[in-house]
């Protein structure tokens, strides 16, 4: 039997083959393991020497130039499927990563991983629930609760403590998990490749960032931090703008949104456990309680144990 073709379940609903299940299982485990240091890589970079603006034109400046050949096929915008497009630029490109990078001066790393990566899988359920008319199981509805649960954990703490400024951060974390949402539904009605659509988001976020970003990176240089650009430029350009976002591309493409989006889940327990040896940060109560319940709720209300795709 050819385990590259994918079958119908019982509804109609395509059911990914096994080949695709291992590759997109594989791509979304090294997008979730590049994510997770990527929030404590940026957290640490907003606290340095470099404004957002900056990090987030070292973050889209290499895929706009590595992935030139993709985008340069279908020219500087794609002829058909512009609509998605303009949803995948909202949600993973400058005005995306400039909501996050300025969240992360006013909440630590382990608030980030429950609110964004933690609650874009919520938000991707409940338009398919609200749009497509997806109706929803009983391991699907515990999955909202426990999300619910860690988001009131984190946003209840900022309310009760308001003197500290992170309800700022997490309201820019629940922005940017909605935008981020867009982007998981609209990435394959685009019609492009993961490539394609990496490379154009990267381009025209270059190109908005560049008057913001471009004298920033000069002047850090000049003042003697070439090697934090390095650094950034590898671990914000290189694996969180290219392979990263390239990967969970491939993800979507061969498990479908649902189940790309569960892998997700993990990036919360990751990033807190990042941020302790490197940031010094260790997570309080309200922290872990939020890690554990959106990891499990993303789980199971994402449907990634469900038939359907």
Not at 73 to 84: A, E, F, N, S, T
Not at 94 to 100: E, G, K, R
Not at 161 to 185: E, F, I, S
């Amino acid at each position: 039997m050819n385990t590259s073709v994918s079958t119908a379940a019982p509804g109609g609903a395509a059911v990914p083959s096994l080949s695709d299940r291992l590759i997109g299982a594989g791509c979304a485990l090294l997008a979730i393991a590049i994510w997770g240091g990527w929030i404590v890589s940026t957290r640490h970079a907003v606290h340095g020497h470099l404004p957002p603006a900056t990090i987030g034109w070292l973050r889209f400046i290499v895929p706009a130039v590595v992935l030139a050949p993709a985008w340069w096929r279908i020219g500087l915008w794609p002829k058909r499927g512009l609509r998605p497009f303009l949803l995948c630029f909202l949600g993973a490109g400058a005005f995306f990563f400039l909501d996050v990078a300025t969240a992360m001066r006013f909440v630590p790393a382990a608030d980030v991983g429950p609110l964004l990566p933690g609650t874009m899988p919520l938000i991707v359920a409940a338009i398919s629930v609200l749009v497509f008319r997806e109706k929803l199981g009983t391991a699907r509805a515990i999955g909202f609760a426990a999300i619910a649960l860690g988001v009131l954990t984190l946003g209840g703490r900022g309310l009760l403590y308001p003197q500290d400024g992170a309800w700022r951060g997490h309201a820019l974390l629940l922005a940017g998990a909605t935008m981020w949402a867009g982007y998981t539904l609209a990435f394959r009605r685009t019609g492009l490749k993961a490539t394609e659509t990496v490379g154009l988001v990267g381009l025209w976020s270059a190109v908005i960032l560049t008057p913001y970003g471009l004298p920033g990176v000069i002047d850090a240089v000049s003042a003697g931090y070439g090697r934090e650009i390095l650094i950034q430029l590898l671990i914000q350009g290189l694996l969180s703008g290219v392979v990263a976002l390239v990967a969970f591309g491939i993800a979507i493409e061969r498990l479908g949104s649902s189940r790309a989006a569960a892998f997700t889940g993990l990036v919360p327990a990751l990033a807190a456990v990042i941020a302790v040896p490197v940031l010094g940060e260790h997570p309080d109560t309200a922290a872990i309680i939020g890690v554990v319940a959106t990891g499990v709720g993303v789980t199971l209300a994402s449907g990634a144990f469900s038939g359907g795709r």
